[in-house]
């Protein structure tokens, strides 16, 4: 892979008295972006440097050379990169002092610098200790002095690079996939780090060292669409140090807006695209070079870096070992050679549209890639298939779902020549769509695969496991054209359906799944699963035991791709009871009708708490049961007391008899560890007694631990309040979004006390940056509330309680 080319340089004299000066000039014209600002950067480092070293050598260069190593030695230089140099000598007695004037005026200048004096024969020395030092030497050039002396010790270190490859890829690798495990995928995270995460800068400098240690490598590599891809991610870089004032590799949410609108990319989502698409290249081209260099490598350990190929396939080149054909005649025309899927040579490439499943097909089942050579012959001459997909191609078409997350990097593969869109069209307008928002994990078109990947171990669940696995494939792909994602979807799912030969009947149960995809989940964690109206409601919409477990096995899978913060224990009881409850209502019995949850335990410490008037509190994981003395705002006042604490409020229900009231919250600690419930009991009793400052400690909880919030301040999350009197039969329903912050559940039941209404239970869900709490409220006569007065008063009341911290409503992340 080449330098990459850069635009007129703008050489700056030795005589600039000021590199800092000149940074600042350059960071000031905004016009100077990605490898422009670089090579002028560079340029002026290099000549700056220059005149320090003739004035610290007094002129005498000889045996003595400034080498400029790593991103500055590829004159990379972002506006806060370090300057990382190596003074180079032979046999120079005063390079102690020569160092001593060259640094220090670098370092009152302001200037980053990582830099080291070594004699030729420590650079070797030390490149072969280090890797960190050997990478860095492989991108080194002499910016001044003695030629002769950096020339020879840039080829050195490259020579010796080669002759120890073996040991040093091996440490390489390792860092590598410390690296991806610790930092992320670019092409999925929400805040890439732009330099460390998996398909960053820091693989393409990776992949330039794999391709230095076997040059053989480059006739694999599209060094053009990494060079294009490093240049697209260098060009964000330069922007977030520009705003930064300092040195910043993690795209931050709150910076997206402000660099798309800087660099002229249009939008955010536009931004976030393009970053997908270099990191999402990057991973593609460095993965593979990965691989093939661990072929080399067990090759050096045989005989040599390739020995005799046998076997015919239209992937002869640089092959080794046997050609074993695919087995089965849905495996037609695909092979294995050396660890790849590959096609065989009476492999029917111009008239056999289910070729490309076939292929993707085989290297799921084994696990194994496919060979860059088929995807590219695929890419240049496979068909569409035709409209509708005879059965055939819908069987290979499920059976690559079904082969589960080895389907994943088979269908991507694919997709990198374009070809799972010549099946799907529709999945190029999901394919790197950034779902900006922490409550998302993965792009759109990732999400689909990894929800798909998961519901194939869910089949047994289900009577057809083609429909939940289509089914789970499509149920977002909405998202990839303007309007609410499920009304897209439920548009364009039909055609798909009978595009793929599905008959209507199917077709109608896939358009059911996507258009009711969220019904479980909301309906689970938002409303009252004792209340028959919401079984009924679910049985009403869902109308079938097959569809009812289809959707089950598919939210199971979604909320499992989706993130940590979509699934856990309490999602999956809830969900569970749901669809049990509502089982019973489509096989016409009745569920279990709601009995009261006051336990033997509970009255007895009412009695107690009758008795002495203190509050009183259980614990049983993760069920924490609060009695008091009954008073107007005591919701209000224990969940300021919960969130002081760190407990997350998962469901609220409120209950109680004779003056005493019994308050049953599902809790889980924010931070990992329960409270001491001495600690808690004490709060709570100094609360009610009005001795414990409640704000004020809140306020300074947020204050402590603000770095931990969501990435979106709160207040880029607008606060909604929908009211509905059709929920329940004995309540309204009051449901709120807004911004996911340390008491907010506080406020918010703060604001109905301030309406004088009921609070009779809280459902509580947390989706990335926001809240979507549901709240059955009754009046002061204990019924329903449906004058308009009462209910914008409601409403009113919720958005102001919200502001105080959240700020006025902003951007809805949905």
Aim: with cysteine.
């Amino acid at each position: 892979m080449g330098r990459i080319a850069g635009p007129v340089i703008r050489w700056y004299r030795p005589s600039v008295a000021s590199l800092r000066q000149v940074r600042q000039e350059l960071i000031d014209d905004v016009r100077l972006t990605g490898m422009a600002f670089c090579r002028d950067y560079s340029a002026a480092a290099d000549a700056w440097l220059t005149g320090l070293f003739d004035q610290a050598s007094d002129g005498h260069h000889r045996g003595l050379a400034l080498l400029a190593v790593g991103g500055y030695g590829r004159s990379e230089l972002c506006p806060y990169s370090d300057l990382d140099v190596v003074l180079v000598h032979r046999d120079r007695r005063d390079v102690s002092a020569v160092a001593d004037r060259l640094w220090y005026p670098i370092w009152d200048e302001g200037i980053a610098l990582d830099h080291s004096v070594r004699s030729q024969r420590d650079v070797l020395e030390a490149a072969a200790a280090d890797l960190r030092v050997a990478l860095g030497l492989l991108d080194a050039r002499t910016v001044c002095g003695d030629a002769h002396v950096g020339e020879t010790v840039v080829r050195e270190t490259a020579e010796q690079w080669q002759r120890q490859r073996p040991a040093r890829l091996g440490q390489l690798g390792d860092q590598v996939a410390e690296r991806h495990a610790s930092a992320g995928d670019v092409a999925f995270l929400l805040e890439p780090d732009l330099k460390e995460s998996h398909g960053g800068l820091r693989d393409a400098g990776a992949l330039r060292a794999v391709m230095l240690a076997f040059p053989d490598l480059a006739d694999y590599v599209d060094a053009t669409a990494v060079n294009d891809a490093e240049q697209a991610l260098t060009r964000i870089r330069i922007e977030l140090h520009r705003r930064a004032g300092r040195e910043l590799n993690r795209l931050l949410l709150q910076e997206q807006d402000e660099i798309a609108a800087a660099l002229t990319a249009g939008d955010a989502d536009r931004l976030m695209t393009e970053v997908a698409h270099a990191g999402r290249t990057i991973a593609w081209e460095a993965d593979d070079a990965w691989r093939r260099c661990r072929v080399q490598l067990s090759g050096l350990e045989r005989s040599g870096p390739w020995w005799s190929a046998r076997g015919r396939s239209r992937d002869r080149h640089h092959h080794t070992g046997v050609l074993t054909p695919a087995e089965g005649s849905h495996r037609r025309g695909t092979g294995i050679l050396d660890g790849e899927v590959v096609l065989l040579d009476d492999a029917a490439v111009t008239d056999d549209p289910e070729l490309g499943l076939r292929l993707a097909l085989t290297a799921a089942e084994h696990n194994l890639p496919i060979s860059r050579s088929a995807l590219n012959l695929l890419g240049r001459k496979a068909p569409a298939p035709s409209a509708p997909w005879p059965a055939s191609t819908r069987a290979l078409f499920v059976d690559l779902l079904a082969a589960g997350p080895p389907a994943i990097a088979a269908i991507e593969a694919l997709e990198q020549r374009g070809l799972f869109s010549r099946y799907l069209p529709e999945w190029s307008d999901v394919r790197n769509k950034p779902q900006r928002n922490a409550y998302h994990r993965f792009t759109v078109d990732r999400h689909l695969l990894e929800a798909t990947a998961l519901a194939a171990g869910l089949t047994g669940r289900v009577s057809r496991p083609d429909l939940l696995l289509v089914g789970t494939l499509l149920h977002d792909i909405g998202k990839g054209r303007p309007g609410d994602h499920t009304d897209v979807g439920v548009r364009i799912v039909p055609g798909i359906a009978a595009r793929m030969g599905f008959p209507p009947d199917d077709v109608a149960v896939l358009t059911s799944l996507v258009r009711l995809h969220l019904l479980l989940p909301d309906m689970a964690t938002r409303r009252d699963l004792s209340d028959p109206a919401t079984t009924e409601r679910v049985a009403g919409e869902v109308g079938s035991r097959p569809t009812l477990d289809l959707l089950a096995a598919m939210v199971e899978a979604d909320s499992q791709a989706t993130g940590p913060s979509a699934w856990g224990s309490w999602k999956a009881g809830l969900l569970r009871e749901l669809v049990d409850r509502t089982t019973l209502v489509l096989e016409g019995r009745r569920p279990p009708a709601p009995t009261t949850w006051l336990t033997e335990e509970h009255r007895v410490m009412m009695a107690t708490v009758r008795e002495h008037g203190q509050p009183a509190l259980a614990l049983d994981d993760p069920t924490l049961s609060v009695i008091a003395p009954d008073r107007p705002g005591l919701l209000s006042a224990v969940a300021g007391v919960l969130a002081l604490h760190g407990l997350d409020v998962r469901a609220a229900s409120v209950d109680g008899e004779d003056g005493i009231a019994v308050e049953i919250f599902t809790v889980e600690p924010a931070r990992g560890r329960w409270p001491s419930m001495v600690g808690l009991a004490e709060d709570v009793s100094g609360v009610l007694a009005g001795s414990l400052r409640l704000e004020e400690r809140l306020a300074e909880r947020a204050r402590t631990y603000r770095s931990d919030l969501q990435a979106v301040p709160p207040h880029l999350v607008a606060t909604r309040v929908a009211i509905d009197n059709g929920a329940s039969e004995h309540a309204t329903v009051v449901e709120v979004r807004a911004a996911d912050v340390i008491g907010q559940l506080h406020r918010i039941t703060g604001a109905l006390f301030s309406c004088e209404v009921d609070v009779v239970s809280a459902h509580v869900s947390t989706f990335g940056p926001a809240v979507v709490d549901a709240f059955y409220v009754r009046g002061p006569d204990g019924g329903k509330i449906s004058d308009r007065a009462s209910l914008s008063r409601i409403e009113q009341a919720i958005v102001a309680a919200v502001a105080t911290v959240a700020g006025p409503a902003g951007v809805v992340v949905d």
